[in-house]
T-cell receptor, first 114, second 119 residues
Framework: KAGVTQTPRYLIKTRGQQVTLSCSPI?????VSWYQQTPGQGLQFLFE???????NKGNFPGRFSGRQFSNSRSEMNVSTLELGDSALYLC?????????????FGAGTRLSVL | GNSVTQMEGPVTLSEEAFLTINCTYT??????LFWYVQYPGEGLQLLLK?????DKGSNKGFEATYRKETTSFHLEKGSVQVSDSAVYFC??????????????????FGKGTLLTVNP
């Protein structure tokens, strides 16, 4: 079974631009979560999608948004990029996102904002 | 809100030494507990989990016991190897107290502990 696939692996953007990251979950998984990882703040939850609906959202500004498609693939978008958005963005999928569900992580997309 | 506190790193050990990484948590409900590991340049991999009090998770020689009375989930390994060098994250899965309604579980992570094992 293929794992969680994130594309692209690396991105370089400049301030003010926008960016879209993609995540393909494990086949059969309906929940997709996104996390931001930085050296200073660690791993922070961005949002979770289940059956094309955003079910939960972390404490990030509205510049961060996402969506999920009918095949469970998910995208996240960051508009008006700031230097502080430089981070590793991790996507994780699970069967239905419940209390005991294991989340399986992709290798991440490393975004550098110049 | 929910939070996870794990011991500050980095931790440097010699091969075959005993490892303990402390982890304590605060949760509004009854969480599941996890240890994830991240190798350089990779995403997170589940190491072990426990879903109820007194459960012991184990994998690849690592163990952790869910202690509800002390709200702890310490990671241990009796004899570390160079290949265990990585960053270890303690995490809990619980309902998000800021987002009522529905099954809004999310993972809350500790800051991570960098382990380096020298030959």
């Amino acid at each position: 079974k293929a794992g969680v696939t994130q594309t692209p692996r690396y991105l370089i953007k400049t301030r003010g631009q926008q960016v879209t990251l993609s995540c393909s979950p494990i086949s059969g998984h309906r929940s997709v979560s996104w996390y931001q990882q930085t050296p200073g703040q660690g791993l922070q939850f961005l949002f979770e999608y289940f059956s094309e609906t955003q079910r939960n959202k972390g404490n990030f500004p509205g510049r961060f948004s996402g969506r999920q498609f009918s095949n469970s693939r998910s995208e996240m978008n960051v508009s008006t990029l700031e230097l502080g958005d430089s981070a590793l963005y991790l996507c994780a999928s699970s069967l239905y996102g419940g209390r005991e569900n294991i989340q399986y992580f992709g290798a991440g997309t490393r975004l550098s904002v110049l | 809100g929910n939070s996870v506190t794990q011991m500050e790193g980095p931790v440097t050990l010699s091969e075959e030494a005993f490892l303990t990484i402390n982890c304590t948590y605060t949760a509004t409900g009854y969480p599941s507990l996890f240890w994830y590991v991240q190798y350089p340049g990779e995403g997170l991999q589940l190491l072990l989990k426990a879903t109820k009090a007194d459960d012991k998770g184990s994998n690849k020689g690592f163990e952790a016991t869910y202690r509800k009375e002390t709200t702890s989930f310490h990671l241990e390994k009796g004899s570390v190897q160079v290949s265990d060098s990585a960053v270890y994250f303690c995490a809990l899965s619980d309902l998000d107290p800021l987002n009522s309604g529905g099954s809004n579980y999310k993972l809350t992570f500790g800051k991570g502990t960098l382990l380096t094992v020298n030959p």
